[in-house]
């Protein structure tokens, strides 16, 4: 059984960098599928953030391309979000998320974390 | 970039009534690519609808989705008062709708 799993800070001030980690269990990130980021401030609805392939081939949101930063680690069997210059705006729960190549739904999710942007 | 249109914004039924959710693309999209997906209070959405009608595993055959081009819609046969709940479509693994809240009238 697909597993994901966001981990980080939940607070986080602002100009400063959002880090968060999604591990993936129960299938191999370089098996395939893209991986990606999603996020929803409170009360709001969904808005992607980016996507990542096993080979590092990544796709952003253009309104927050010159902020992110994905990676992914699949020795550990996991992937990454930097999100630079945070402001209160960026405070929302992030959730990641398998993504299928072909249709391009999102099948598996995490369950969701807060980061809260304040000083 | 491809601007995705939920409407309406909210859905007042009774349990049993027939849902009609409607999702316009911005321009004309491939039906292989519209995604729609249910999310409940405090939970991760989750997948019911993949190119466009396909249900996903686990999906009751009262969900239904349909559409092409530019207008597709989600169809809930008989609401259930476990299908109160938001609806947000989505295009290839990017750009989401606004969302449809289906709430208790």
């Known amino acids: 059984q697909v597993q994901l799993q966001e981990s980080g800070p939940g607070l986080v001030k602002p100009s400063e960098t959002l880090s968060l980690t999604c591990t993936v269990s129960?299938?191999?990130?370089?098996?395939?599928?893209?991986w990606g980021w999603i996020r929803q401030p409170p009360g709001r609805g969904l808005e992607w953030i980016a996507n990542?392939?096993?080979?590092?081939?990544?796709y952003y949101n253009s309104s927050l391309k010159s902020r992110v930063t994905l990676s992914v680690d699949t020795s550990k069997n996991h992937f990454s979000l930097k999100l630079a210059s945070v402001t209160a705006a960026d405070t929302a729960v992030y959730y990641c998320?398998?993504?299928?190549?072909?249709?391009?739904?999102?099948?598996?999710w995490g369950q969701g974390t807060l980061v809260t942007v304040s000083s | 970039e491809i601007v995705l249109t939920q409407s309406p914004g909210t859905l007042s039924l009774s349990p049993g009534e027939r849902a009609t959710l409607s999702c316009r693309a911005s321009?004309?999209?491939?039906?292989?690519?519209l995604v729609w997906y249910q999310q409940k209070p405090g939970q991760a959405p989750t997948l019911l609808i993949y190119g466009a009608s396909n249900r996903a595993t686990g999906i009751p055959d009262r969900f239904s989705g349909s559409g092409s081009g530019t207008d597709f819609t989600l169809t809930i046969s008989g609401v259930e008062s476990d299908d109160f709940a938001v609806y947000y479509c989505?295009?290839?693994?990017?750009?989401f709708g606004g969302g449809t809240k289906v709430e208790f009238k």
């Open positions: 990542i392939y096993h080979s590092g081939n990544t």
């Open positions: 129960g299938y191999s990130i370089s098996s395939g599928y893209y």
């Open positions: 321009q004309s999209v491939s039906s292989s690519y």
């Open positions: 989505q295009h290839y693994g990017n750009s």
């Open positions: 998320a398998r993504k299928e190549l072909t249709a391009g739904e999102f099948d598996h």
